[in-house]
């Protein structure tokens, strides 16, 4: 089985920072890709960014300019920088693996800004 953990987020002001995190763990032979999804409350699941193995990403039209995703250090895992932060980004933000034949899910970290 494959978990995901995700940390980071919390409570910030408009215009203000936070970064997430994402560590995968379990039986992994190889990642396609990570990402970051989110949810606002009424609204459906989005996809927020990516990266590929290969380090390609892409983002939602609406992040681009102030979030940056990227691969961490240590092996399967993966970070969501988030910069000039807005009311409209609050939301449960979740980590998604792709294992090429598999999703897997994170439980999802709260971010919430404040206007």
């Known amino acids: 089985q494959v978990q995901l953990v995700e940390s980071g987020g919390g409570l910030v002001q408009a215009g203000g920072s936070l970064r997430l995190s994402c560590a995968a763990s379990?039986?992994?032979?190889?990642?396609?890709?990570m990402g970051w999804y989110r949810q606002a409350p009424g609204k459906q699941r989005e996809l927020v960014a990516a990266?590929?193995?290969?380090?390609?990403?892409n983002y939602a039209d609406s992040v681009k300019g102030r979030f940056t995703i990227s691969r961490g250090n240590a092996k399967n895992t993966v970070y969501l920088q988030m910069n000039s932060l807005e009311s409209e980004d609050t939301g449960i933000y979740y980590c998604?693996?792709?294992?090429?034949?598999?999703?897997?899910w994170g439980q999802g970290t709260q971010v919430t800004v404040s206007s």
């Open positions: 990266i590929t193995s290969g380090g390609s990403t």
């Open positions: 379990g039986t992994i032979f190889r990642v396609n890709a």
């Open positions: 998604n693996a792709d294992l090429f034949n598999i999703d897997y």
